[in-house]
């Protein structure tokens, strides 16, 4: 999957656009929610859980975009605009269980059968780590305004693999592999994202002065 691969919208194109839906529909004011599929559940079941999450996350990471327009680490945002629409497909996945009688739907929503996803954000991971420096103690969410909120992300993102460990049986794998590499990843950014700003990492010292584990 290149940066090509999923075009990003200028706002000059979404205004062009017909406004054929209400934002609101008035059919969730009893307490539950549709799914892809048409099956309405309540909206405290694991899925709508699972689906918050991963919009809180993409909703971080556009806070993130907007902290590192015009920085020196602003080469990393088109890669961040693409995890947000990939974690749009994440959702259509987890809407659409497995079982669901709506096969055409459950194929339509088919997350990243070939793992091309997941094995770009390891590439990524490799290639933002090669040059950090190396960290010897544990390293505490900090690196100035993008990193931290780029970590606060992070901790989104583990919170919903936590969610999608419900779901096993009703997603994709990929769905789980891209959402707990993706983790992985953000942890590797907001380093990369404090290096090229500039800004220095804070890590962890115990009360009592000791070193870590890490220090020995």
């Known amino acids: 999957m290149s940066?090509?691969?999923?075009?990003?919208?200028?706002?000059?194109?979404?205004?062009s656009y017909p406004a054929t839906m209400k934002v609101y529909t008035r059919t969730g004011d009893k307490g539950t929610?549709?799914?892809?599929?048409?099956?309405?559940?309540?909206?405290?079941?694991?899925?709508?859980?699972?689906?918050?999450?991963?919009d809180e996350l993409s909703s971080m990471l556009g806070l993130?975009?907007?902290?590192?327009?015009?920085?020196?680490?602003?080469s990393?945002?088109?890669r961040l605009e693409i995890i947000q629409c990939l974690l749009q497909d994440v959702g259509s996945n987890i809407a659409t269980p497995i079982a669901s009688k709506s096969q055409a739907?459950?194929?339509?929503?088919?997350?990243?059968?070939?793992?091309?996803?997941?094995?770009?954000?390891?590439?990524?991971?490799?290639?933002?780590?090669?040059?950090?420096?190396v960290h010897r103690s544990f390293i505490l969410p900090s690196g100035g305004l993008a990193a931290s909120t780029i970590h606060v992300a992070r901790t989104i993102c583990r919170r919903a693999e936590r969610e999608l460990v419900l779901l096993l049986e009703d997603i994709d794998k990929e769905t789980f592999m891209f959402v707990n590499r993706l983790s992985d990843f953000l942890f590797v950014a907001a380093r990369w994202v404090a290096m090229?700003?500039?800004?220095?990492?804070k890590i962890y010292v115990h009360q009592a002065g000791r070193n870590t584990e890490f220090d020995k």
Not at 3 to 15: A, C
Not at 33 to 54: H, I, P
Not at 196 to 201: D, L, N, S, W, Y
Request: aromatic content about 6%.
């Open 33 to 54: 929610s549709s799914l892809f599929t048409g099956e309405r559940r309540d909206k405290n079941d694991a899925v709508f859980a699972a689906l918050g999450t991963t």
């Open 64 to 74: 993130a975009i907007a902290h590192l327009e015009s920085t020196p680490a602003s």
């Open 3 to 15: 940066q090509n691969d999923i075009q990003i919208k200028s706002p000059d194109e979404v205004k």
């Open 105 to 133: 739907k459950v194929k339509r929503t088919r997350f990243d059968a070939q793992s091309v996803h997941c094995t770009r954000l390891e590439e990524w991971i490799d290639e933002y780590a090669e040059n950090l420096p």
């Open 76 to 78: 990393i945002i088109p």
């Open 196 to 201: 090229e700003q500039g800004v220095t990492e």
